[in-house]
């Protein structure tokens, strides 16, 4: 869902009378051969936490040494600790149900990662009722004039309680804590024009 002034009321009556789904992924890179390794989400209802999903993957391919310096998962750790990425897919969408704000941080990745990985485990998933909202569109619209955008940056700006850790759960719990706030700090009456 494009964040416009038509969209924002959606976008609100998820977060505050509905589900939300917040969501992170961690990959072994960034180019179409790469996967994800860990992937994390948080369920808010009516703006309440309800639970969290944090899983690693053990990935079919290798893991570039940038990336695994930024999130620090080895290939040794996710052989590990790690389940086949099909399970943990179909484990997503399960958690992920029906009816749904999906939200993530610069969601174009995450959504590409997440298609990418199911394409590659065969993995189809067919949710109904599930929009998506990109918290740094929506920090775009309602924080016009910011010097950056980052997760990071706006965890500062925000005073929100979080780290962008770079940790899947982490993220998501922080990405979150954005969310919320930015529809939070903008009532219902200023959202719409």
């Known amino acids: 869902m494009r964040v416009n002034a038509k969209t924002l009321r959606r976008i609100a009556d998820f977060a505050w009378a ?5 969501f992170d992924t961690e ?6 051969d790469d996967e994800i390794c860990q992937l994390a989400a948080a ?27 930024i999130h620090g998962l080895s290939l040794a750790f996710l052989e590990k600790n790690g389940m086949p990425p099909a399970e943990a897919l179909d484990r997503f969408f399960t958690f992920l149900g ?16 997440l298609r990418q990985t199911c394409l590659k485990y065969d993995v189809t998933s067919e949710p ?9 569109a929506l920090a775009r619209h ?8 980052s997760l990071a940056a706006l965890i500062r700006e925000l005073c929100v309680d979080g780290v962008n850790s770079h940790d899947a759960l982490d993220d998501t ?3 979150a804590g954005v969310f919320f706030t930015l529809l939070a700090d903008h009532p219902s009456d200023r959202l719409f024009f």
Not at 128 to 136: A, F
């Open 128 to 136: 109904v009722g599930v929009e998506t909202c990109d918290s740094l």
């Open 43 to 69: 369920e808010y209802r009516c703006g309440v936490l309800r639970q969290t999903l944090n899983l690693y993957l053990r990935p079919s391919c290798g893991m570039d040494p940038w990336a695994e310096a």
């Open 18 to 22: 509905g589900r939300v789904v917040v």
């Open 173 to 175: 719990l922080a990405c």
């Open 142 to 149: 309602l924080r016009p004039g910011l010097d950056h955008y």
């Open 27 to 32: 990959t072994t890179g960034g180019t179409r």
């Open 98 to 113: 029906n009816d749904v704000l999906l939200v993530a941080h610069n969601i174009r990745f995450d959504m590409g990662m």
